[in-house]
């Protein structure tokens, strides 16, 4: 299916990795209206907390707080009740807590909207693997033993056992998390790279017209765009590009 350009920005999601809600905000401001999300990850957040995700709404972003959590259930369920008050649109936790945990995450997100603390209930997601994991990594340092995509297809089926909807995982991922899962199995996938940009500290990375063909949900995108000289026209570039 050929994307149209708001559906192509439906799907993008801009890694708002800035140090100050200023910067942060500035960025934003070059890119309202396109129709994208905007990622808030743990730099941002913990330098400006809450009040930036509301900034971000009250100018009609949709939001993906990307904090990954992982601790124990009772924790991990307080802090779902906490960012479902926000109003986020989605969040994530780290499928490496188990089924107890990631299960406890939407029982807190169905008790904030019970509570009538939240007009509506934010998808959660589970990490798989990162995009800079490597197969050498997982085997050698993280310890865990076979091929990269079986223990992200692993973690993706806990995650769906726990009752979330979706994970992040690679794109190259993708048509596995969606033959175990289902095809309306969310998949949210960092390791974005334009043609011809630099990889960075990504190791498993596609373009965004590959990424869109393997049949991912929302494609994760930060410095092509957030370090750009011009980074709505960028976002332009990434756009006409995941529509050819």
């Known amino acids: 299916m050929t994307l149209t350009m708001q559906q192509a920005a439906a799907k993008v999601m801009v890694a708002l990795d800035k140090p100050d809600a200023e910067a942060a905000l500035k960025l ?32 009609g972003f949709r939001v993906f707080l990307d904090l990954k959590m992982h601790d124990i259930p009772n924790t991990v369920r307080g802090g779902a009740r906490s960012i ?25 997100v169905r008790e904030a909207v019970e509570a009538g603390d939240a007009a509506a209930a934010p998808i959660v997601i589970a990490v798989t693997q990162l995009t800079s994991t490597s197969q050498a990594v997982l085997n050698d340092e993280i310890g865990i033993g076979g091929p990269l995509e079986a223990a992200v297809v692993s973690y993706a089926k806990l995650a769906k056992q726990a009752g979330l909807q979706g994970v992040v995982a690679s794109p190259l991922e993708v048509a596995a998390i969606k033959g175990a899962c289902g095809a309306l199995f969310i998949t949210v996938t960092p390791g974005i790279r334009p043609r011809g940009a630099d990889a960075g500290d990504q190791t498993r990375i596609t373009t965004p017209y590959d990424a869109v063909a393997m049949g991912t949900d929302y494609l994760v995108i930060g410095r092509p765009i957030t370090a750009a000289a011009d980074p709505a026209g960028a976002l332009n570039d990434i756009l006409k590009e995941m529509t050819e």
């Open 84 to 108: 479902t008050r926000l109003g986020v649109d989605l969040f994530n936790v780290h499928g490496a807590g188990g089924v107890a945990m990631m299960s406890a995450a939407a029982e807190g």
């Open 28 to 59: 934003a401001a070059q890119l309202e209206g396109v129709g994208c999300w905007m990622k808030v990850g743990m730099e941002l957040f913990y330098a400006a907390g809450p009040a930036v995700v509301r900034e971000l709404k009250a100018r």
